[in-house]
């Protein structure tokens, strides 16, 4: 086996250069228990910190929440801390800070890092974009990411050399922006590495079961007994209570029992770390049982399912009081024409809204109406101006066409990025719906449309490119609107609001899980803690319906109705997430009686394709939305795609949004 | 279906070497050239017989394209046996293997059994990587090495078969702690608790349903 020989950082001018700069560093006594019971590693130490370091919750960098990062070592652990500057905190410049007061509390409590502690992250991506600050983004081992952190006042050099001094850090030989922590290559290593960091390490764990992640041995203790585990008691009692009073009283008390959920987590997490366990979660699952591992695998045989006690939802209740509302036969032309005044402006584009949010449109009448919904036409726009706009997009659209259609195989030759492109959307187009008779057959005009749609698209965008999953959104776009030109708008207006669902880094998928887990935090503690002790809180599991908004779910006519729900975002913007949060809830009871891992998880996740109930699965989201209110939409961070940060009326009035820029997928 | 054991195979490689083409060639003896393309991860099971004993493989099987990575990355966990799959066809295929398998080193257990498989070999009149290329290649980074081809079927069963072969011999050499579900190996209900067991997995139906 080769071994990659990235474990040096001295190639990197950056860091060589900040080894000469005297780190500034203080030392402090720690304030009670700041760190835990920790007992003998009193004495902390700010071995780094930085003023101004800022995240961007929107795409746009005027919109910022500043704050310090600090490194803060203890003993042999380190960790991270960032934390948002209050309002008119004194010693910071109003001027330069004062953007934080517009910002809600909340807002600011959402992304503040509070001792991080170094070994739960798997690797920190570094960005030194030419223009602009320089920002890292720090990927956890459960693979959830924190928003990208901008220095503004420099400092991203010193602050992954001080890191490789206090931890064990690696560049990766794959991207040498990115440097690993606890990049350890074999067992042996990590064993070892525990050993030095925390002074105890059983050579059982190299044989024994090894649950990842795994927050707490308490929890498995309860997990596997027949009495209900902790989390279970409060929701349970609160659905004793026969009240008929719901939604935000509800969730307060839930967010409590979150709070205290995580407070509980929180200490056992730090006992267990002081007891010697690696902290970033491989703990020895069979401490309490040692029965159990002796007599079988420790791994549920099927016979045993559903053995396991499953809390109750705790808004079991709450939620047949608030039930989504019936839905509604699709609109039809009489009544879409009741919508526009005589010169086709829409009256109150907030009813349509809701008329299309609960039933969605007609297969005929889609072609008109997803060209609102998806914001190329305005909804104040008349016949004569929505036709002038047409023309012109038309003209627009061919100039586009036409940088890539006068690219001459000479030309290229040296042109990889081109090539690369048009290879794969090649490549990818005729692995789209080819089971529908509109893409079927060979040398279909509606694949090439996708082609060069896409392919257009991929240079009007060009720092975005093309990503697979793209031509899922096309598909049934070019499918309604048929006409080229239009398609693309649309397409082009979608990607405006999903296209960092394509980001190279991640970043909107990222948000996405992040939100989501949020979600499902507030409104099934109970199902988030499951998720939380079997490692799953990354959601990874949810990354399809995520990416392409169920593409893959339904059948094509029931994600075009789907679509249009999402589209009109009348209860919510993200109102996606709550489908996913409504379809794990469905099968909540399945999830955690059978005590699904990961990987068992993603495959049933999967294998609901096609499976699941579209009418049933949106009033449940609507019912949740409901009970969430301001609760949920507060734990989505500004910015979430897809979230558009400024409403902008006309495409063509787009700015060159991409602040985002370090995207692209080809 | 019962098992004496259940490996996990995981199948990696670039956008469009035909992975998705290999394992429905395996599970479905069929070609199907118009597959939709693979977002995130598709799942497929088969059963096999090694040394008398009813093995079921359950593959996923990846999505190419760079920007999944990060979500790749999180599905090589417990693999026991991976697939790593180029086309001979394309050039590029073969010269990302290095990513590919360092990939594969950082985020799986380090005892998976990785078979190189050169696929669209009914295609060698467009060849751009030699079959001697393909071999040492495999031959520097210790794995074993086959050119296949879902369309016709050849060598697709022998790529997933001696894979598990190879899994199956070092769990009788003791490689693996079949208890620990870390390697990517199960035992079926009435199956085979380690390497010297003696009971036959054969006799109690019903009980696969975790494929």
């Given at each position: 086996m080769q071994e990659p020989d990235h474990h040096d950082l001295s190639d990197d001018s950056d860091y060589a250069a900040s080894q000469q700069q005297g780190l500034g560093k203080s030392t402090f006594r720690s304030d009670s228990g700041k760190f835990g019971a920790g007992g003998d590693g009193g004495v902390w130490e700010v071995v780094y910190f930085r003023e101004n370091v800022a995240i961007h919750p929107t795409q746009y960098s005027s919109e910022r929440i500043s704050g310090r990062l600090r490194l803060i070592k203890q003993g042999d652990a380190l960790f991270m801390t960032w934390i948002p500057y209050k309002a008119g905190q004194s010693g910071v410049d109003p001027a330069r800070y004062g953007e934080n007061s517009s910002l809600s509390e909340k807002d600011q409590n959402l992304y503040t890092i509070r001792d991080l502690p170094l070994e739960d992250v798997h690797s920190i991506r570094r960005h030194t974009p030419a223009l602009g600050w320089q920002y890292i983004i720090v990927v956890l081992l459960s693979g959830l990411a924190y928003p990208p952190l901008y220095f503004y006042n420099s400092g991203v050099r010193e602050f992954l050399s001080t890191i490789k001094q206090?931890?064990?850090?690696?560049?990766?030989?794959?991207?040498?922006?990115?440097?690993?922590?606890?990049?350890?290559?074999?067992?042996?290593?990590?064993?070892?590495?525990?050993?030095?960091?925390?002074?105890?390490?059983?050579?059982?764990?190299?044989?024994?079961?090894?649950?990842?992640?795994?927050?707490?041995?308490?929890?498995?203790?309860?997990?596997?007994?027949?009495?209900?585990?902790?989390?279970?008691?409060?929701?349970?009692?609160?659905?004793?209570?026969?009240?008929?009073?719901?939604?935000?009283?509800?969730?307060?008390?839930?967010?409590?029992?979150?709070?205290?959920?995580?407070?509980?987590?929180?200490?056992?997490?730090?006992?267990?770390?002081?007891?010697?366990?690696?902290?970033?979660?491989?703990?020895?699952?069979?401490?309490?049982?040692?029965?159990?591992?002796?007599?079988?695998?420790?791994?549920?045989?099927?016979?045993?399912?559903?053995?396991?006690?499953?809390?109750?939802?705790?808004?079991?209740?709450?939620?047949?009081?608030?039930?989504?509302?019936?839905?509604?036969?699709?609109?039809?032309?009489?009544?879409?024409?009741?919508?526009?005044?005589?010169?086709?402006?829409?009256?109150?584009?907030?009813?349509?809204?809701?008329?299309?949010?609960?039933?969605?449109?007609?297969?005929?009448?889609?072609?008109?109406?997803?060209?609102?919904?998806?914001g190329y036409f305005s909804y104040n726009s008349t016949y004569a101006e929505r036709e002038y706009l047409s023309s012109v997009k038309k003209k627009n659209y061919e100039t586009i066409k036409f940088q890539w259609q006068s690219i001459s195989p000479d030309q290229?030759?040296?042109?990889?990025?081109?090539?690369?492109?048009?290879?794969?959307?090649?490549?990818?187009?005729?692995?789209?719906?080819?089971?529908?008779?509109?893409?079927?057959?060979?040398?279909?005009?509606?694949?090439?449309?996708?082609?060069?749609?896409?392919?257009?698209?991929?240079?009007?965008?060009?720092?975005?490119?093309?990503?697979?999953?793209?031509?899922?959104?096309?598909?049934?776009?070019?499918?309604?609107?048929?006409?080229?030109?239009?398609?693309?708008?649309?397409?082009?207006?979608?990607?405006?609001?999903?296209?960092?669902?394509?980001?190279?880094?991640?970043?909107?998928?990222?948000?996405?899980?992040?939100?989501?887990?949020?979600?499902?935090?507030?409104?099934?503690?109970?199902?988030?803690?499951?998720?939380?002790?079997?490692?799953?809180?990354?959601?990874?599991?949810?990354?399809?319906?995520?990416?392409?908004?169920?593409?893959?779910?339904?059948?094509?006519?029931?994600?075009?109705?789907?679509?249009?729900?999402?589209?009109?975002?009348?209860?919510?913007?993200h109102f996606h997430l709550y489908i996913c949060v409504a379809i794990l809830k469905k099968y909540r009871q399945k999830i955690i009686g059978e005590q699904m891992d990961f990987d068992t998880l993603l495959k049933f996740i999967n294998e609901l394709s096609c499976g699941i109930d579209l009418d049933e699965t949106i009033r449940d989201a609507e019912a949740l939305c409901n009970c969430a209110g301001e609760n949920g939409e507060a734990c989505i961070p500004p910015g979430t795609p897809p979230s558009l940060p400024i409403e902008t009326p006309m495409m063509y009035q787009q700015d060159d949004e991409d602040d985002f820029g370090k995207s692209g997928c080809i | 279906m019962s098992y004496a054991y259940l490996f996990k195979y995981i199948i990696i490689g670039d956008t469009g070497v035909g992975k998705s083409c290999l394992l429905l060639q395996f599970t479905d003896k069929r070609f199907q050239p118009v597959h939709d393309l693979t977002i995130g991860v598709e799942f497929g099971a088969r059963m096999i017989t090694i040394d008398n004993k009813p093995i079921k493989l359950q593959i996923w099987d990846t999505a190419g394209q760079e920007s999944f990575r990060s979500i790749t990355r999180s599905y090589y966990r417990g693999a026991a046996g991976a697939l790593l799959v180029y086309d001979i066809t394309r050039r590029e295929t073969f010269n990302h293997l290095a990513s590919w398998l360092e990939d594969a080193r950082q985020h799986a257990n380090a005892n998976m059994t990785?078979?190189?498989?050169?696929?669209?070999?009914?295609?060698?009149?467009?060849?751009?990587?030699?079959?001697?290329?393909?071999?040492?290649?495999?031959?520097?980074?210790?794995?074993?090495?086959?050119e296949a081809s879902a369309k016709t079927a050849q060598n697709v069963e022998e790529a997933f078969i001696s894979t598990a072969a190879t899994i199956y011999k070092k769990i009788q050499d003791g490689i693996f702690d079949v208890s620990n579900e870390s390697y990517g190996i199960k035992v079926g209900y009435g199956g085979i608790p380690g390497p010297s067991g003696g009971t036959s997995g054969a006799s109690t139906p019903g009980s696969g349903c975790c494929s």
């Open positions: 206090h931890a064990f850090i690696a560049r990766s030989s794959d991207d040498a922006n990115v440097f690993l922590v606890n990049n350890f290559q074999d067992p042996l290593q990590k064993t070892l590495s525990s050993l030095e960091l925390h002074g105890v390490a059983s050579i059982a764990n190299a044989t024994s079961h090894i649950s990842f992640g795994s927050v707490s041995s308490n929890q498995d203790i309860n997990r596997g007994s027949s009495s209900n585990s902790e989390y279970s008691g409060k929701p349970r009692k609160r659905i004793q209570d026969p009240a008929r009073d719901i939604s935000i009283q509800v969730l307060e008390k839930f967010s409590l029992v979150t709070k205290f959920a995580r407070e509980t987590t929180t200490q056992l997490f730090r006992e267990s770390q002081n007891n010697g366990f690696n902290n970033y979660g491989k703990i020895q699952k069979n401490e309490d049982a040692p029965s159990k591992s002796s007599v079988a695998p420790d791994h549920k045989i099927e016979a045993n399912i559903h053995n396991v006690p499953v809390p109750t939802d705790p808004l079991k209740n709450e939620l047949s009081l608030i039930w989504g509302k019936p839905r509604k036969l699709p609109m039809g032309l009489e009544e879409w024409n009741i919508f526009l005044d005589p010169e086709g402006r829409i009256m109150d584009p907030v009813a349509l809204k809701k008329r299309i949010f609960y039933g969605g449109v007609q297969n005929g009448l889609r072609k008109e109406v997803w060209k609102f919904l998806l290229a030759k040296m042109f990889t990025k081109f090539r690369e492109r048009k290879g794969l959307i090649e490549k990818d187009v005729v692995r789209t719906d080819r089971s529908m008779s509109f893409y079927d057959g060979d040398e279909n005009k509606n694949v090439e449309l996708l082609r060069d749609v896409l392919l257009t698209y991929s240079f009007y965008n060009f720092d975005l490119g093309y990503c697979q999953g793209m031509s899922d959104f096309l598909s049934p776009i070019l499918f309604v609107i048929e006409d080229e030109s239009e398609s693309f708008w649309c397409f082009a207006a979608l990607m405006q609001r999903l296209g960092s669902n394509f980001n190279r880094d991640q970043s909107g998928m990222h948000a996405q899980l992040f939100a989501l887990s949020k979600l499902v935090e507030i409104l099934d503690c109970p199902l988030h803690n499951y998720l939380k002790q079997a490692d799953c809180l990354n959601y990874f599991f949810c990354f399809r319906w995520i990416l392409i908004q169920f593409k893959r779910e339904f059948e094509y006519d029931q994600i075009m109705l789907l679509w249009e729900v999402l589209w009109t975002h009348y209860f919510s913007e | 990785i078979m190189l498989i050169g696929n669209k070999s009914d295609l060698s009149h467009r060849r751009a990587v030699s079959v001697e290329e393909g071999q040492q290649f495999a031959k520097e980074n210790g794995l074993v090495f086959m």
